[in-house]
């Protein structure tokens, strides 16, 4: 069974920093073609953030988040990090990490499985 986990969220003031970071298992990790993060704020759709590939080097970032937020990752450690620097009360959402199969590219990542999320709060 696929699986992934997420942690690192919390509760910061504008301008701070977290790292979230998705474990997934050796069988998910491999399996897999890309680990995206995803966030969905109360009364709002989800949406894609970042994306990775874990069989190569590829990675892509939304527009919203670009020049703020980092992706990267540790084959490893089967692990997808999500580094989030000067955070804004707007990035306040749930955040979540799935694991899927490349749809022409690891933005439009099919997922395969997902993560409980995990809440990242930012106060003005």
């Known amino acids: 069974q696929a699986q992934v986990a997420e942690s690192g969220g919390g509760s910061v003031q504008a301008g701070g920093s977290l790292r979230l970071s998705c474990v997934a298992s050796a069988n998910t990790y491999k399996s897999n073609s890309c680990i995206g993060w995803f966030r969905q704020a109360p009364g709002k759709e989800r949406e894609r953030v970042a994306s990775?590939?874990?069989?190569?080097?590829?990675?892509t970032l939304a527009d919203s988040v670009k020049g703020r937020f980092t992706i990267s990752r540790d084959n490893a450690k089967n692990t997808v990090y999500l580094e989030m620097n000067n955070l804004r009360p707007e990035d306040t959402a749930m955040y979540y990490c799935?694991?899927?199969?490349?749809?022409?590219?690891?933005?439009?990542?099919?997922?395969?499985?997902w993560g409980q999320g995990t809440q990242v709060t930012v106060s003005s």
């Open positions: 799935a694991a899927g199969r490349r749809i022409l590219s690891c933005w439009s990542l099919e997922p395969k499985a």
């Open positions: 990775a590939a874990t069989d190569g080097y590829a990675t």
